[in-house]
């Protein structure tokens, strides 16, 4: 088990055989060769909109990369965009890039941000993860 803190929530989440520090900014998953299919995506998407706390969506959104491991730019810009506060969106998109099946795209994800220290961030860590 780690812990994987934000300043919006605690969690505790099995990784099996993943290992993430998000403070660290450190993920290491297998290669993203298959990226997952769009209807499970949506299956997960409409678990996402039931849950009412942000808390919550965070815990299931993040459970969920890990337990996958692969998506597509465009399904982990639909994630970040059903999070409410830019902290953990800002968190959801650093873990997710190591997940990213199409990370030459990741770009994309860093435009759906509106504050400008939060895309320099992002893009420093991805900057680093090259």
């Not at 290491?28 to 995506?41: G, H, N, R």
């Not at 808390?55 to 996958?68: G, N, P, S, V, Y």
């Not at 968190?91 to 895309?119: G, L, S």
Request: glycine share 2%; hydrophobic share 35%; aromatic share 10%.
């Amino acid at each position: 088990m780690q812990k994987i803190t934000t300043t919006m929530m605690f969690t505790w989440v099995c990784l099996l055989g993943l290992e993430l520090s998000i403070n660290g900014t450190q993920a290491y998953a297998q290669d993203c060769k298959q990226p997952l299919s769009q209807s499970i995506f949506n299956q997960h998407k409409q678990q996402l909109k039931q849950e009412s706390f942000e808390e919550d969506r965070m815990k299931m959104a993040t459970t969920f990369l890990q337990q996958k491991r692969c998506m597509k730019v465009s399904q982990i810009k639909t994630v970040i965009q059903m999070l409410n506060f830019e902290d953990n969106q800002l968190t959801f998109a650093k873990m997710a890039y190591k997940f990213a099946h199409d990370p030459e795209n990741y770009q994309q994800v860093v435009a759906i941000f509106t504050e400008a220290p939060t895309r320099k961030t992002l893009t420093r860590y991805i900057n680093k993860q090259k």
